[in-house]
């Protein structure tokens, strides 16, 4: 998005004009990824991708270019037509000159013209509808190449058209694009009587000639040799020619024509009187919209592009000169253009087997639950479903296959019997209603009716089955009513029970009450009793307890005195002890002196042996002593 300089739809001219640039019920991510995954499946490499986005941001900036006069139109902001050449790989002057001069080549000499405003925004227009159209063209070829088979194969083909326009201003587009309506309704009201046809044929219906509006007669107003588009393409081809003089030549060719509309105020517009209704076109620029303005410069520039997309895109058109030289002198016109595409598209519809679907939208705002009668109408209008209806109805528009009709109006066919045949019951049913059969057939297979037959049946239909509800209804009711009863009686049923457990309760309840009177003097009389026992055993066992206290009172005095003897024997030994003691202590006393004594007298010893033996070592030095002077004399 960075690299294709792509912001938010207001910016671009091609997507703002319509001052609506989103819409809240449109996810625009999930289409992006859809259009993504749709690229992926037909086999679009991201290369492809890639070119495909580029030339579209190309057509949007492209929109972008705004002109100014300065003596013929010239470039208002350089840098998007310098983009643009960037993108399309092309020399950024040479895209300037081409899209504010025109080059003509006369006898051999290349002439630069330059243009007006309008006719450089022209060309500008033209050069991003060129570009759309052959980069939607070669997505076509390619999806073709994925989805084609094997050189015998069959496919199938859908043709998309939105239908008739009628706008309040409606110019160049809205006439090719009616045109091409009014073609396809000539085809598609051929198609439809031919079926009728076959259909009456095939189940053998005598029918008198359907009578149908054939719109043949506008068609010829338009493409015969002198008719609207011829006149277009002159007057696009004369040098002179303006939209008013091709106005008024269509006023001279057509005026008379019941199909052509003359304004009775001289003014712009002509109106042509279409299936669908009165279209007045407003004539204003026509003849340069119909004018090829893809000039031959501009194809030599983009076949000069260096990107290989544009160049293959461009590769197969020829310029307009070659063109000349090898076949015709003359221009196609885009009227002509879409002329031959239109009979090109009829004669492939002439060779197919054609199915039509006709969408209908309940509103223009695509909202849910909301229906627009007006917009309803003029869509019917507009895509020719009235004139199908008229069709249908000429005939016998109602059908329906001998079982179906059956099923459906069995009801009043009452007394058959059951293995009939479907078109004898079909028969007996129609006769009751319409004896003399002039409404209705029985074909082959199938029972054709008009509409009155088909009102008289469904409203006898609802009249029966009102009957047959009203007796279902009598059924279902005495069912439910029976329902309802069992319901009750069941209830009751149940409150009886629950009355009867309530009435035997308090019956029980009260023998229960008495026999407990009965069982409570009963207990007494036997309490009393056990009560006196119970006296007297007490009052023996009393006495019982204090003859056993007195014994046991003789006999704590006894060991109290046991006891005291004992004391006393036990303080005699006490003192005794004490006794044993202070003679132990004055033994221990006595044994302690006599140690002490003893190692006094050991220690005097030590000491007097240690004096005798210091002395007896000082002699021993004097000895010493005076032997060595003794010796020294004797040396001397």
Known sequence: RESLQLWGAKKYHYLNQSGCTSDPTINDVQHFQDIEAAFKTMEFTSENIMDVYSLLA?????????????????INEKSVVDFVATLLAVDMYAMGDVLTTRSITLRGEEINTPLTCDQAEDSRDSLAMSLYAVVFRWILKKINVCIRGPESYRSISVLDIFGFENFQVNRFEQFNINFANEKLQNYFNKHIFALEQHEYNREGISWAEIEWVDNGECIDLIEKKLGILALLDEESRFPKGTDESFLQKV???????????????????YGINHYAGEVMYDTRGILEKNRDTFREDVLLLLKDSKKDFIYDLFEHMTPASEQR?????????VSGQFKESLLSLMTKLGQCNPYFVRCIKPNVKKLAGEFSQETVL???????????VKIRRAGYPVRRPFADFLYRYR????????GVEARSGCVTVMERYDKERKDWQMGQTKVFMRETV???LEKARVKELGVVARTIQSRVLGWLQRRRFLRIKATVVILQKFFKACVYRRRFLRLRKAVIVFQK????????????????????????????????????????ERLEWELSKEAELEAEKEKLERD???????????????????????EAEEKKHKEALQRALQLDKIFRETEAAKNV
């Open 325 to 333: 030289g090898k076949a015709s002198k003359k221009t196609k016109t």
């Open 584 to 606: 132990l202590a004055e033994m221990k006393a006595k044994v302690a002196a006599e140690r002490e004594r003893k190692q006094e007298e050991e220690r005097r010893q030590r």
């Open 521 to 560: 003097y009963e207990r007494s009389r036997v309490a009393r009793k056990i009560l006196a026992q119970l006296k007297v055993e007490k009052r023996l066992e009393e006495e019982r307890i204090r003859e056993e206290e007195r014994l046991k009172e003789e006999e704590r005095q006894k060991e109290l």
């Open 378 to 388: 003029n869509q019917l209008r507009y895509s020719g479903m009235m004139e199908t």
């Open 454 to 456: 088909e009102v008289i």
């Open 58 to 74: 190309t057509i949007l900036h492209l929109g972008n270019v705004t002109f100014l006069t300065a003596g013929g139109a010239t």
């Open 251 to 269: 006023h001279n060719a057509h005026g008379k024509n019941q199909f052509y509309i003359k304004p009775q105020v001289k003014n712009t517009k």
């Open 411 to 418: 009801v009043l066919a009452r007394g058959l019997p059951a």
